[in-house]
């Protein structure tokens, strides 16, 4: 290139002789122009060298290197991972919202067996039973403790599944028993039991009348004998007949069937609870 702009100055340095020597007044007047008009083109030209090398350079200063490209890449993965983790954990949390609010607003499909404590001594807690809000049975259960002494302790109130207790070989001496008796040996195959009933096992709702008779059970009957020092329930096989015939045809054809215990306190805490939801 520089060579090139060499000659062209040399051409130009010949023709201006040139002209000097057969028309002198004329270069007089244009060899200020020539010189300019040669000044132009070599900065023409430098311009363009400049130009093509400096975009070339910039190309080659600009391509990133494959370490710069894989730190990169690195980023882009580290940050939509961390996206699809938050968009995740806030799925899972809207899902459990929604799970919180169905197990409370939906409705129970099955039959519900109430039972509402309204007196206790130190031995024994009576009660009224209801099947579908209709009262079904008095109750008999054993006395309340904070620390529980087996065999001797009621359940806590709450809300359980009511089911068969089917156990096949052997059966349990007390399946047996009421399997042997011949007032209720035509229908009674399974104990009915009170399902997962924590630090509990083997609950069963059957017949008796005094809390000698209950080791943490729920004995039902027809009548009640309270104004005794220790209190007893009455014609305790008639109530449970009508109430095992009852509940057996419902399991039977696979109708779920629920136990609601409320305590003594329980008038006060539906108070408090519809406090709670006024406030909501």
């Known amino acids: 290139m520089k060579r090139f702009f060499a000659l062209l100055l040399i051409a130009a340095l010949i023709l201006a002789v040139v002209i000097f020597f057969t028309n002198p007044k004329l270069l007089d007047k244009v060899w200020l122009w020539l010189i300019g008009f040669a000044g132009s083109i070599i900065g023409f030209f430098r311009n363009i060298f400049d130009q093509l090398k400096g975009a070339f350079g910039s190309k080659e200063k600009e391509e990133p290197t494959v370490d710069q490209l894989t730190h990169t ?35 129970f499909l099955g039959t519900t067996i109430t039972l509402i404590r309204y007196t206790y001594d130190e031995h024994t807690t009576l009660g009224l039973l209801y099947v579908r809000d209709k009262f079904t049975a008095y109750t008999l259960e054993d006395t309340y403790r904070e620390e529980k002494i087996k065999g001797k302790t009621r359940i806590p109130s709450g809300t359980y599944q009511i089911g ?82 009852h509940i057996k045809a419902l399991l039977e054809v696979g109708e779920p069937v629920r136990l609601v215990i409320y305590d003594e306190d329980w008038i006060e805490q539906l108070h408090l609870n519809n406090l709670k939801v006024q406030s909501a």
């Open 73 to 107: 890449h690195q980023k882009e993965v580290t940050s939509q991972l961390k996206d699809a983790e938050q968009k995740l954990n806030e799925l899972k949390k809207e899902i459990e919202e929604q799970e919180a609010v169905l197990k409370t607003t939906t409705p």
């Open 164 to 245: 068969f207790r089917e156990i096949t070989d052997p059966p349990s001496p007390l399946t047996q028993k009421y399997r042997n008796r011949s007032d209720l040996k035509d229908f009674f195959t399974h104990h009915l039991e009170v399902k997962n009933v924590e630090n509990f096992n083997f609950i069963y709702i059957h017949i008796g009348n005094d809390h000698g008779d209950t080791d943490g059970c729920i004995l039902i009957a027809d009548g009640i004998h309270a104004s005794s020092l220790e209190k007893k329930i009455l014609s305790s096989v008639k109530a449970y007949t009508k109430f095992y015939k």
